[in-house]
């Protein structure tokens, strides 16, 4: 039950189990051609949707080197982990960084966006550069009115980090008219680590001709081009994409909208046995990302806890990052993720709880609270 690498459907394990074929074979340019229309219904976009061999990170890079040139100007949301890694990966590259910050566990305000969009009359900022889903918070972020301040600025780029969002809440990159879309196959897509995803929009190609920051392995052009003749431009990670057809396959089948559902069911499912635990929520309730749900349990030691649930009931929690370590922890309900799943996780919890007497909770109440949700 972490956020990533998340569980993979027996289906999917088999399908990648088998012996690697050419990259260059007709073959494989058979599977790439499905799977790049796959992946346009995932992203509901038109876009190409270049897949690269690395983790999400190379895909969050390629979005900024192949669209930004040094000392562009650039607003960064940054309110959780991610957020800060954005920060992170556009200085390195030069870009003059405004950071539109937030605590740890709050929303970005996209009032804060549209502030800076406004002032900017000679139009120099370039991108608005932001994450949906901080995985490490579990708040998601509005992406949608952010989107809509830069549409109205009408020169910046929106890029943003959809690595938990794909694949669990609505993301249509067309229809919000997002620039860059960036994700990772350990997360929502069901596969194990290796696979990243980038999806580019018309007007961030434009951007692409004038970038002139330093690329080769991640120069998306390269991608595109390769991509239009159903093929790579490097040797990709093959037997991730037999996995990666299958579970856009099972993805396809479920529907988009059953899926955005399932995951929306579960985050208010465990929402409510946290509150009937009287465990503290740690990011607000209405903007609590579909991916994964961070608890902050007052004066119980998260790690402790953790430990405990790992230990008694093989269940794997996710614990808080950077200075959240020891106050948070999170529950990951990602992927291939069933209501059993749910509320197995709570049980344990519970009962933990119970024996580490820990919560004056009755145990069975988180349970009973997330039943209820899901009945
Ligand atoms: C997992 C994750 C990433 C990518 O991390 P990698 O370890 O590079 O795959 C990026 N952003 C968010 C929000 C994530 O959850």
């Known amino acids: 039950m972490i956020p990533g690498p998340t569980p993979v459907p027996e289906t999917v394990l088999r399908a990648i189990g088998r012996h690697p074929i050419g990259h260059r074979s007709s073959e494989f340019q058979g599977l790439v051609k499905r799977t790049s229309e796959q992946l346009r219904w995932l992203h509901q976009t038109t876009n190409d949707v270049l897949v690269i061999t690395g983790s999400g990170t190379a895909a969050m890079e390629a979005g900024i080197i192949n669209t930004l040139s040094k000392g562009d100007k650039v607003l960064c949301g940054a ?9 992170k990966v556009a200085k390195a590259y030069g870009l003059e960084v405004t950071v539109i910050k937030e605590e740890w566990g709050k929303p970005l305000d996209p009032n804060k966006f549209k502030i800076e969009l406004e002032a900017d009359t000679k139009k120099e900022i370039r991108a608005v550069i932001l994450t949906h889903s901080e995985t490490s918070t579990g708040v998601i972020n509005d992406l949608k009115s952010i989107s809509e301040h830069v549409q109205l600025h009408g020169n910046a780029l929106t890029i943003a980090d959809c690595v938990t969002s794909l694949g669990a809440c609505n993301v249509p990159m067309d229809e919000w008219k997002l620039d860059v879309v960036a994700s990772g196959s350990q997360k929502g ?9 980038v999806a ?16 080769f392995y991640l120069d998306l052009g390269l991608y595109k081009s390769t991509c239009l003749k159903n093929s790579n431009p490097f040797t990709p990670a093959v037997n991730l994409y037999f996995g990666l057809e299958k579970s856009l396959s099972i993805m396809e089948s479920e529907g988009l909208l059953n899926i955005f559902k399932r995951h929306s069911r579960h985050k208010d499912a465990v929402q409510a046995a946290m509150k009937a635990m009287k465990l503290p929520l740690f990011a607000p309730e209405t903007h609590g990302s579909p991916s994964i749900t961070a608890v902050a349990p007052n004066s119980i030691n998260a790690e402790e806890l953790r430990k405990a649930v790992l ?3 093989d269940i794997l929690l996710a614990g808080g990052q950077d200075h959240l370590k020891g106050k948070v922890f999170r529950i990951g309900h990602l992927g291939f993720v069933n209501d059993r799943d749910i509320l197995m996780a709570i049980a344990a919890i519970e009962a933990t709880l119970k024996s580490l007497t820990l919560n ?6 988180g349970v009973a609270a997330a039943t209820e949700i899901l009945a």
């Open 79 to 87: 309110n959780g982990k991610f957020g800060e890694r954005w920060v």
């Open 189 to 197: 897509y069901m596969i194990p680590p290796g696979l990243s995803f």
């Open 200 to 215: 580019m929009s018309d007007k961030a190609w434009k951007a692409y001709e004038r970038s002139n920051l330093p690329k």
């Open 311 to 313: 230990k008694n009931f």
């Open 360 to 365: 004056e909770a009755m145990p069975g109440i």
